[in-house]
């Protein structure tokens, strides 16, 4: 069984800015995923980044990064030179790679994330 | 590029009624996903769907919830005799395979049970 949380119900940053958003996750299995996805007003989930566990190399797409600290169960994402477009709900979400799972993610709470010109 | 798509967007139905959301998954994708997003609240997983079979559900995935994949396109929650409580906003999406491939989400359908 997997859980995942965020904290952070609401964030906000200035335009241009770089904002951290925080998760943290607790899993039995010993080959997971860690996924953030986001979803902006139209409700549309849309994949951000993703993170095998097993490699040490935090994963980078563009301005979108992530700090993942397996030891202490954290998979923070990090935004840099935040864009109005990027105002939305962000999900931190967790699979599971293999045996009985046939890939269903666990989504955290969810943190709001607002940029301000 | 190829989307999941659902249909209806909005669905209003009274109390006691069964419902049957549809989603058209990616073509070349294997597994398909619904999940269930009660406004305010997480994203919470229902059910997964793989070689014509249920591989995996969850707890809220009771004898009132189906799937079916009737044809080589389409994937359909039904629910019967709905509650107030199915109310929520219901996400298909499907990937090529499971694990760390994309689960492409489709942009849902809000039900909404009166």
């Known amino acids: 069984a997997q859980t995942v949380t965020q904290s952070q119900p609401e964030m906000s940053v200035q335009e241009a800015e770089t904002v951290t958003l925080s998760c943290t996750y607790d899993t039995s299995e010993s080959d997971y995923y860690l996924f953030w996805y986001k979803q902006p007003p139209s409700r549309q989930m849309i994949l951000v980044i993703r993170q095998e566990a097993y490699k040490q190399q935090n994963a980078t797409e563009n301005r979108f990064s992530v700090n993942f600290q397996k030891a202490a169960k954290s998979f923070s994402l990090k935004i840099s030179d935040s864009q109005l477009g990027d105002a939305a709900m962000y999900f931190c979400a967790a699979g599971e790679a293999g045996g009985t799972s046939y890939g269903k993610l666990t989504f955290g709470q969810g943190t709001i994330l607002t940029v301000h010109p | 590029e190829p989307e999941v798509t659902q249909t209806p967007s909005h669905q209003v139905t009274q109390m006691g009624q069964e419902v049957i959301l549809r989603c058209v998954p990616i073509s070349n994708h294997l597994y398909f996903y619904w999940y269930r997003q009660i406004l305010g609240q997480k994203v919470e997983f229902l059910v997964s769907?793989?070689?014509?079979?249920?591989?995996?559900k969850s707890e809220i995935f009771d004898d009132q919830f189906s799937v079916e994949r009737p044809d080589g396109s389409n994937f359909t929650l039904k629910i019967r005799s709905t509650k107030l409580e199915d109310s929520a906003m219901y996400f298909c999406a499907s990937s090529v395979n499971r694990g760390l491939d994309e689960q492409y989400f489709g942009p849902g359908t809000r039900l909404t049970v009166t």
């Open positions: 769907f793989y070689n014509n079979e249920i591989s995996e």
